[in-house]
């Protein structure tokens, strides 16, 4: 897969779902219009400004999502956001898969790691 660039659009008050990644991926956030726009990976991110995603502002903020992840937005008004999508190469996906199995492994046997 390659890097997509797409810009979305935040409707007023509701939580939108903005991607659901197949695969390890760092995806990018940056807001081209006044805001305010919390992103995160639960759909219970309201009310805004609880505190329970990011604040995506004009610098661009980076989240890394994985297989089972999914992105929301929550704003309080229509805002467009610029979002770049980049899918991380195999041997990033692998070493992190393999960081998942041994933390499961870790917690089933009581090991702190």
Do not use: C
């Not at 979305?8 to 305010?36: K, N």
């Not at 992103?39 to 994985?66: D, F, H, M």
């Not at 309080?76 to 998942?100: G, T």
């Amino acid at each position: 897969m390659a890097s997509k660039l797409t810009t979305i659009f935040t409707s007023a008050g509701g939580t939108d779902l903005q991607l659901a990644p197949t695969e390890w991926t760092l995806v990018s956030l940056q807001l081209e219009t006044s805001g305010p726009v919390y992103a995160g990976t639960e759909q219970a991110l309201g009310p805004i400004g609880s505190g329970r995603g990011v604040t995506i502002g004009t610098t661009a903020k980076y989240l890394l999502l994985g297989p089972k992840d999914r992105l929301y937005t929550i704003s309080s008004s229509l805002n467009r956001v610029s979002m770049a999508v980049h899918p991380l190469p195999n041997l990033v996906q692998i070493v992190m898969k393999m960081d998942e199995i041994v933390g499961t492994l870790a917690k089933k046997f009581g090991i702190r790691i």
